[in-house]
Each structure stands twice: as structure tokens, then as C-alpha cells.
């Protein structure tokens, strides 16, 4: 069974950083697909980044230029580096797998920046 666990949220001011972490069991993690997207309360679930297996990334673009996503397949982590975080950016973090034709999801991982 696969499982991921985020952790790495959290209070920021604006401005500030934070580093998301998402450590993945129970899956061949250096073959799948790994994304961070962000629920905002009344608002629907989106994608921030992707990372594929070769470390091709794909950013949102009210992201680009301030998040980093990246993956330690030696450690079945990826991470989300937060830079510049605005108050907009307060929402539930999730980390997902895509495994095709499965995914997951995991519970999520609060992020409030306050201005």
C-alpha cells in the first residue's frame, strides 16, 4: 500500500520560506511522477509543480520564479521550496504520486502566510 506523509508546513510572515517534504513508501518512487498541489479554503484543489521521472518540472505561474520542487529517489522525498511566499499562497499543501494508472494522495500539510 502506498503512503505519503507531508510535513515541512506551517505560520510564515510574508516573505518568508518553507520547505515541504513528502516522504513516500510502498511505491517505485524513482518511476513516478510526483506533484505539490494546494487547496486555499473555498477554493478548488491546483496544481502547483510537478517533477517527472527525469526531473522534468512543471510550475504553475503564479509560482514560477519562487518555488522549487525537487526529488531524492535515493530517499523516495520530494520537496517543495518555498521562496517570496505571499498571503495568497495560504492553503493545504498535498502531495501526489502518479503511478499509472494508480495515484495517491497524501493527508496534506497546512501552509498560512500572514502579511
Known amino acids: 500500500q502506498v503512503q505519503l506523509v507531508e510535513s515541512g508546513g506551517g505560520l510564515v510572515q510574508a516573505g518568508g520560506s518553507l520547505r515541504l517534504s513528502c516522504v513516500t513508501s510502498?511505491?517505485?518512487?524513482?518511476?513516478?511522477?510526483m506533484g505539490w498541489y494546494r487547496q486555499a479554503p473555498g477554493k478548488s484543489r491546483e496544481l502547483v509543480a510537478r517533477?517527472?521521472?527525469?526531473?522534468?518540472?512543471v510550475y504553475a505561474n503564479f509560482v514560477k520564479g519562487r518555488f522549487t520542487i525537487s526529488r531524492d529517489n535515493a530517499k523516495s522525498t520530494a520537496y517543495l521550496q518555498m521562496n517570496s511566499l505571499k498571503p495568497e499562497d495560504t492553503a493545504v499543501y498535498y502531495c501526489?504520486?502518479?503511478?499509472?494508472?494508480?495515484?495517491?494522495w497524501g493527508p496534506g500539510t497546512r501552509v498560512t502566510v500572514s502579511s
Open positions: 501526489h504520486v502518479d503511478t499509472s494508472p494508480y495515484d495517491y
Open positions: 510502498g511505491s517505485t518512487f524513482s518511476s513516478s511522477v
Open positions: 517533477i517527472g521521472t527525469s526531473g522534468t518540472t
